[in-house]
DNA sequence: GAGTGGTCTAGACCACGTT
DNA sequence: ACGTGGTCTAGACCACTCA
């Protein structure tokens, strides 16, 4: 596996080996298999490691690869499907639903956040902290943003802070009927408390998942998701989902 | 505006300069203006260009910057809001949709296509181009696979190839009953023939939009849809959907 | 402590759009 | 022709994991 020469139409290096090491990846490897290291991988192929580093970062975008520092580059499963459509006319928290509260504040919200919420600038909101877990790794962190007023029977007593407290939010949100939502999805960025939370470093490609509930005509909670880009598929409607992978057959046309 | 210290907790160079370059484009910037270029940037905080560079990166990635060769970085305009989850009992190309078909051909699909057909895979399918563009720029390339079977009468005769023939296809396909769609959203890299559609580089981060169209219990069309990551923010559901910026503290718009 | 990926540097040259 | 961002190099050191 040398460099090999076909450079009539310039591609850029890191591009033709992505392709070369997409290839092989179909070919000679099986999941979880465990890459040599960059320096060997840059050497072998003939170029600089940081233009190994560039075509490896394209695969780990993919979802092909899974880099870990200390540990190495390992070939990655296909990206699991997280379903995100469903519950349509449930509030979050609703019994089965795949988020575990951790925690849960009650803060002057951002003013991006008061501006979606319709709210005044200045009115208290209750934060939930959720986190969601599938197939034992963690694929998504949550900040759910609640008005004081959508839960307006909300014993402060009995649950000061903490899991327990969000519980109570959740709980008190049910009583609200649900009369529709609204959804987004874009990529984003982790920020450094989310990056640990998904095990990931700060700045990993994220797609946030922009969740507005409607009660009383107005926005009675507002869910900001970050789920891991690397790892995760976004599927919605009824069923399953779509399942279209990479493999060995590319590019008929 | 020189290079602050902070170091008890090394935090990478890049990662804190994307932070400072983020908050002067809230405070000092305005939708459209040209940055310094990358050269005087990096000399101005202190850093090699590649360092800056990284910063930029992460800053595009977040639809904040955008750059083209050869021009400049500007600061982009908030990302658009683009409906995905509409036409929920239309087919594409059904009146009014989004879309303007662009090309025809007819091959034997993929092997990962085929499989998500449910057909044989040897069996011809009709693949239709289609390009998305909205505010004037492009943000999304299309391929729809249908299956020859989907479109048992159509005539190959009168529309040979090209854009009238995406739209004979189209046409026959209205005939059939829509039962229902599935959809998944994943991150993928812009191949390069979709990146020069979408005028940006080869594996530049896209949204793709996989959907799966469901009549006489199969799966009669698959759509693959490579949305602008950048400068896109796909919305579902039944209205326009949510907002939320970054942002100083006001929300002029 | 050895080995991994992550960050950073200071250069060089290239491809592209504008003038 | 010039200035821009894009690619590439050959090093160095750091942060982390694991034996």
């Known amino acids: 596996m040398g460099t090999t020469q076909l450079e009539s139409v310039p591609e850029p290096k890191y591009w033709h080996l992505r392709t070369v090491l997409s290839e092989a990846l179909d070919s000679e490897f099986s999941v979880g298999e465990i890459l040599p290291n960059e320096r060997d991988l840059a050497a072998r192929f003939g170029v600089a490691r940081a233009t190994l580093r560039q075509a490896l970062e394209q695969l780990e975008l993919e979802g092909r690869l899974q880099r870990r520092r200390g540990v190495g580059t390992t070939v990655a499963p296909p990206r699991m499907g997280v379903a995100v459509g469903t519950d349509q006319d449930a ?115 994220v797609l946030v998942v922009t969740t507005r509930f409607l009660a009383d005509g107005r926005t009675a909670a507002l869910s900001v998701a970050t789920y891991r880009a690397d790892t995760c598929r976004l599927t919605f409607g009824d069923t399953g989902g779509v399942e279209i992978h990479h493999g060995p057959e590319r590019q008929a046309s």
Chains 1, 2 share one sequence.
């Open 91 to 205: 509030w979050p928290g609703a019994a089965g639903d795949a988020w575990q509260p951790a925690d849960c504040t009650l803060v002057v919200p951002p003013a991006a956040v008061a501006t979606a919420l319709e709210t005044g600038a200045e009115e208290p909101v209750h934060v939930v902290r959720r986190s969601r877990v599938s197939h034992g790794q963690p694929v998504a962190a949550e900040l759910l943003y609640i008005p004081a007023a959508s839960v307006p029977e909300l014993t402060a007593i009995d649950a000061p802070s903490g899991a327990s407290r969000a519980r109570a939010v959740l709980r008190e949100l049910q009583h609200l009927e649900l009369e529709g939502q609204d959804r987004a999805v874009e990529l984003g960025s982790a920020r450094a408390d989310d990056a640990k939370e998904l095990d990931r470093l700060p700045g990993a490609p």
